[in-house]
Every structure is written in C-alpha cells, then in structure tokens.
C-alpha cells in the first residue's frame, strides 16, 4: 500500500521516550513533529507541561503512565494521567498489568482501562499491552478487555521490552477488536515499507521515530513521495 508522505506522516506518532532525553532533543522532536504534520509528538510526562506551551496547539501531545513497566497501582496511574492531561496532554498511552493479566485477573486490568478511560473522557486512551511477552490467547484476550473498556486504541508495545510489533499481531488484533477500536503498532518500525504493511494490515496509528528520520535524512518533505 503506496501512501503519500503526507497520509504516513498524518498516522505517525512522532516519539521519543529514552531515559536520557534532554530538553533539547524534545523541542527537536516537536518542531518535526509540527514540520510533518504527525498525529502527535510523544513524549516523557516530566516535559509534557512545557512541550505543550512550545507547541502551542501545533501538534497534540501525547505521554505515557506507569510506563514501560505497567505494575504501579491503578490509583498512582490515574494520579499520573490527571496531572499529564492538566499539564496539556491531549493523548495518554498507558501500560497495562501484565503480571494481573497473566495471573488471570481480567477484571484488575478492566477496570484499571476503565479508570483511565474516565480520566480521559473523550481525549484519546491508547492501551499498550506488550505483545511480546502474551499468548496469543492474552492477545486476544486484551482485545476483548480494551474494547470493553471503551479505549480508542490497542498499542503492541513500549519498545523497551524485547520485541515491538509484528505483522502477524497486527492482523491478530485486526480480527478481534471490537468496531470503535483503534490499532497502533508501536516499537522496531524501522522502514518505509513496513510501516506500509502495518497500514496495510489494519493499524491506524504508528509509533516511531525513525520514518521522520528517513524522511529528512532523504530531504523528501511531505507530499512529494
């Protein structure tokens, strides 16, 4: 599936989360973010309250909580995305309980969606549920739980664990979200043609860093490929 740099960019999800970004590489990040037009800039919550001012409504920012682990507690993660969303969030992408997940404990994880579901009202709630480290039977299983729970979004993963998505999730979780459910595929998107198939296979959202990285480093502007 061809698209033109200006529909790819519009599903990026322009992102940077290393322990080591600097104020610096964030400003960088929003003003290609603003550039390319991406769907949004994500970033570490501790800049989100200045990036937005940077911005200035340019492009929605979008954080993370109870990143990349997923195991603080449901209160400290709601805590979390209330103080993102009053600093000028406009998208959350939260980790789940992996280890209430694969204890069985479906409700916690329900729940837990639900809440952050509620903080964030009709701004955008992205589920990141770690593919790598599910079943597919889990897999399945959280797509079920995130269309119950009302998210926009199902997230493969954080990029911090040991693998991102695949093709074969993606279309995995084409098959069994629910119709208002959202697919992101997040983590070693590293071409353009991968991030074509992804597309191609059903995600509407891609989060990376490297597809602006390619575009600038071949000075192709959005539009023109």
């Not at 340019?58 to 954080?63: A, G, L």
């Not at 493969?156 to 279309?171: H, L, Q, R, V, Y």
């Amino acid at each position: 599936m061809k698209l033109t740099t200006e529909k790819l960019c519009s599903m990026v999800d322009h992102t940077v989360l290393t322990q080591t970004t600097t104020w610096a590489e964030i400003q960088q990040l929003c003003d290609d973010a603003i550039a390319y037009k991406t769907a949004s800039a994500v970033i570490p919550p501790c800049y989100v309250k200045q990036a937005a001012e940077y911005v200035q409504g340019k492009v929605p920012i979008c954080t993370v909580i109870g990143f990349p682990n997923g195991n603080t507690t449901t209160a400290s993660k709601v805590f979390e995305a209330k103080e993102a969303l009053e600093n000028g969030a406009s998208e959350i992408d939260m980790v789940i309980n992996l280890g209430m997940l694969r204890a069985g404990d479906t409700d916690y994880v329900l729940n837990e969606i639900k809440a952050l579901k509620a903080v964030c009202g009709k701004r955008v709630l992205k589920v990141i549920v770690e593919t790598c480290l599910l079943t597919e039977e889990e897999k399945i299983t959280m797509c079920r739980l995130v269309t119950e729970a009302g998210a926009d979004f199902i997230k493969t993963s954080t990029g911090f664990s040991k693998g991102g998505a695949t093709f074969e999730d993606i279309a995995l979780f084409a098959k069994h979200v629910g119709p208002n459910v959202r697919i992101k595929a997040a983590g070693g998107i590293s071409t353009i043609a991968d991030a074509e198939k992804f597309v191609e296979l059903g995600a509407t959202r891609l989060g990376t860093s490297r597809i602006i990285k390619i575009l600038k480093a071949e000075n192709i502007a959005p539009g023109t490929y």
